[in-house]
């Protein structure tokens, strides 16, 4: 069983970043793959990254491409996701979610584990 939990939300300007971390602790075999999922007021939960645990390539979702970042510790106990150039439209609660599968999965069923979720609002 693995246990997640996130932190690093808050409120920021639009072109501000902010460090998401997820602290995972617990099993953390090398073949689970990890993601990070946001959803917003009266939406539908959407993958926003994932990050292979073992090998630690990494996928991110067209709409955050070229400023989301995705990484994790060397020795597997964290996963961090960087976001610059935030914009209103990334207002959300971002989850970070675990997966026994290999490979980095885009779909939020396919993760077994879920973070209690920490809230970004971009707003001026």
């Known amino acids: 069983q693995v246990q997640l939990a996130e932190s690093g939300g808050g409120l920021v300007q639009p072109g501000e970043s902010l460090r998401l971390s997820c602290v995972v602790s617990?099993?953390?075999?090398?073949?689970?793959?990890m993601g990070w999922f946001r959803q917003a007021l009266g939406k539908e939960r959407e993958f926003v990254g994932g990050?292979?645990?073992?090998?630690?390539?990494?996928h991110v979702a067209d709409s955050v491409k070229d400023r989301f970042i995705i990484s994790k510790d060397d020795d597997k106990t964290g996963m961090y996701l960087q976001m610059n150039s935030l914009k209103p439209e990334d207002t959300a609660v971002y989850y970070c979610?675990?997966?026994?599968?290999?490979?980095?999965?885009?779909?939020?069923?396919?993760?077994?584990?879920w973070g209690q979720g920490t809230q970004v609002i971009v707003s001026s």
């Open positions: 979610a675990a997966s026994g599968q290999y490979g980095i999965r885009l779909r939020a069923r396919d993760y077994s584990s």
């Open positions: 617990g099993s953390t075999f090398a073949h689970y793959s």
């Open positions: 990050i292979a645990w073992g090998g630690g390539s990494t």
